[in-house]
């Protein structure tokens, strides 16, 4: 995140920008770049963060699993197993 952050802030300072001009397809070349960069990086904002919660969401689907398993088999779930994947909420 810190890094689209940086990269939003480098491609949309002015020195960069005087670098833009001219017109493309009858378009002003400054509010192509203006659209294309915008779009970019809410691109990118949206693939960090839904890979982040997909991460948190296995996990949490895999503890809730095992949990479940446990209590059916009356076993508890090997250490190995339960260390594997954050818990979430308390400890039953």
Same mark, same amino acid.
Do not use: E
């Given at each position: 995140?810190? +890094?689209?952050?940086?990269?939003?802030?480098?491609? &949309?300072?002015?020195?960069?920008?005087?670098?833009?001009?001219?017109?493309? #397809? +009858?378009?002003?070349?400054?509010?192509?770049? #203006?659209?294309?960069?915008?779009? &970019? &990086?809410?691109?990118?904002? %949206?693939?960090?963060?839904?890979?982040?919660?997909?991460?948190?969401?296995? +996990?949490?689907?895999?503890?809730?699993?095992?949990?479940?398993?446990?209590?059916?088999? $009356? $076993?508890?779930?090997?250490?190995?197993? %339960? $260390?594997?994947?954050? $818990?979430?909420?308390?400890?039953?």
């Amino acid at each position: 995140m810190f +890094g689209l952050f940086v990269a939003g802030l480098v491609l &949309l300072n002015p020195p960069i920008l005087d670098l833009v001009g001219g017109t493309l #397809f +009858g378009w002003p070349a400054l509010y192509l770049y #203006f659209f294309i960069i915008w779009a &970019l &990086l809410i691109a990118g904002v %949206a693939l960090i963060s839904d890979h982040k919660s997909a991460r948190h969401d296995v +996990g949490t689907l895999l503890s809730k699993t095992s949990a479940m398993l446990a209590q059916k088999t $009356r $076993r508890r779930v090997p250490l190995a197993c %339960a $260390r594997s994947f954050p $818990r979430s909420g308390p400890r039953q």
